[in-house]
């Protein structure tokens, strides 16, 4: 009995000596993984260095006009929401409505709103701070972050439905069928909640100065954020271009990567219901933005990507129905149409501004916290 306990005991040590062995294996192949991937991406740098030039500024060009200008109030309107204490007071019938649409408390309500007008990544950033505040479980937190990933109708209505596909009618069908995917998204997270209710914090004085300061401040950490991104993925977009001469293949990889330059090249296919399953979807980039508000959550990333596949098949069977129910012909020219310079050039002084208020939010913010601590 006692030398079959001592061979279980050596069988069992063997085992764990080679899972650590694997373990220790995996973590030196993902090392090396990473390091090849990082010397490889060097070199494409410095052989691709005019078109990685170009596609940056390109990117610097497409922040400043419009990411700038159509992301950073509805940040600060979002932040402020949430600093000034405007999430204390609550309302019964929207608390009713919240419950039975979502399954959370009324703030869930004022999350899918500010997603659905200011676009990718307000709801992501928003649940973040309800989430560190006390407004929503980690639970609710979780389910809020499958179904607040929404394209603002700036973008779906005038750049894919003007610019790149010719037809506003368009651009407010693909909004339409990208709202209600993810609302079938939000009725299907109710089965995933865990009956938790969230205790909102007390209804203090709200300190309106430093509501504005730190919302102001946030709103540009964030934009900060989002831009970086656009930055890197177009980046990455125009080394792709200059190894593969596959069209098809770079319209597919672009489209996984970033959502504005992905539907700009699969425009030319002038199929409203594939660039709705690819607003809807989102991009990688997108999904770096709230990659923090994820984390924030513990928000398993699976579950998450998952959602978004199935907001993308969604939206592209929900927008080809309702073209079916509301034909709309595609102008011959919007393929190639691009960006309208009409859309874009006007918003340039506006992103300067929204840059120097940024900084001047940063310093004040930084003035109110040595004021305090004094």
């Not at 037809?167 to 993810?182: Q, R, T, V």
Request: net charge positive; proline share 3%.
């Amino acid at each position: 009995m006692r030398r079959t306990h001592i061979l279980y005991g050596v069988n069992e040590m063997k085992k764990f000596i080679a899972a650590e062995n694997a373990g220790k294996t995996l973590d030196r192949l993902r090392y090396f993984t990473l390091v090849a991937g990082c010397l490889v991406f060097c070199v494409l740098l410095t052989v691709y260095a005019p078109q990685s030039k170009s596609g940056v500024s390109a990117a610097l060009s497409v922040c400043s006009k419009t990411v700038i200008p159509s992301l950073f109030p509805f940040m600060f309107l979002s932040g402020f929401m949430i600093e000034s204490g405007v999430f204390n007071r609550s309302f019964k019938l929207l608390d009713r409505l919240s419950t039975a649409v979502f399954k959370q408390p009324q703030c869930a309500l004022s999350v899918f709103a500010m997603s659905i007008i200011g676009g990718f990544p307000i709801g992501g950033k928003m649940t973040k701070q309800l989430y560190e505040k006390g407004y929503l479980t980690q639970n609710q937190a979780q389910r809020l972050l499958l179904f607040c990933v929404n394209p603002g109708p700036a973008f779906t209505v005038s750049v894919l439905g003007l610019s790149f596909l010719g037809e506003i009618k368009l651009g407010y069908i693909i909004y339409a069928s990208i709202i209600f995917s993810n609302l079938v998204i939000a009725v299907l997270s109710r089965f995933l909640s865990d009956c938790e209710e969230s205790k909102a914090p007390e209804n203090l004085r709200p300190d309106i100065y430093s509501a504005f300061v730190r919302s102001g401040s946030g709103a540009a950490a964030s934009i900060v954020s989002v831009c970086t991104f656009v930055l890197i993925f177009s980046c990455l977009g125009s080394i792709l271009e200059c190894l593969t001469d596959n069209d098809t293949a770079i319209d597919v990889i672009s489209g996984a990567l970033e959502v504005t330059t992905g539907c700009e090249r699969l425009a030319v296919f002038s199929s409203a219901p594939l660039l709705a399953g690819v607003t809807a979807w989102g991009g990688i980039s997108v999904h770096c933005q709230i990659a923090d508000c994820i984390r924030k959550t513990g928000l398993d990333i699976k579950l998450f990507l998952t959602s978004r596949i199935l907001s993308a098949a969604i939206s592209l069977v929900s927008c080809d129905l309702l073209l079916k129910i509301f034909p709309v012909e595609i102008s011959a020219l919007a393929a190639n149409a691009g960006i309208s310079p009409a859309v874009s050039e006007s918003s340039f002084p506006v992103s300067v501004a929204m840059l120097l208020t940024s900084c001047a939010f940063l310093i004040g913010d930084h003035s109110f916290k040595s004021k305090r601590k004094c």
